[in-house]
């Protein structure tokens, strides 16, 4: 490294805006060159670590579990197309519906094609 002291005041404006250019194309190089020393050693040791654990680190996407197919359980007699299964939030047309005096059970789809399993626990 040069130890050569820099007398700032003596400069004029153009010879600093050189040395800041110079400086900067400089920073850039090295920052840039210790970044991808970084990166390659993350990725080292991410590797590592997967070996050593055996399973997917993190940021890496594992297989979604399975879950079942859930059935609709209540119809829109306005619009047939628009079920619900009972889970998550009720849709806005059932909401309205109950809101304007309806009650659940005069939206149950009649003719069950899930009453075959509908029951989880197996009886003894």
């Given amino acids: 490294m040069n130890n050569k002291k820099v007398n700032l005041e003596g400069m004029s404006i153009d010879e600093m805006w050189q040395l800041h250019e110079e400086i900067g194309r400089v ?5 840039t060159s210790e970044k991808r020393e970084l990166e390659k050693r993350l990725a080292q040791l991410r590797r590592e ?14 297989e979604r579990r399975k879950y079942p197919r859930v059935h609709p359980k209540y119809r829109n007699p306005e619009e047939p197309s628009q079920t619900w299964s009972g889970r998550g939030k009720q849709p806005r047309w059932l909401a309205a519906a109950l809101k304007t005096g309806h009650s659940l059970d005069e939206f149950v789809i009649a003719n069950q094609e899930t009453a075959k399993g509908t029951s989880r626990r197996k009886s003894l």
Avoid: A, M, W
């Fill in 27 to 31: 920073l850039s190089v090295r920052l």
């Fill in 49 to 62: 670590k997967e070996v050593r654990l055996g399973e997917p680190i993190e940021g890496v996407r594992r």
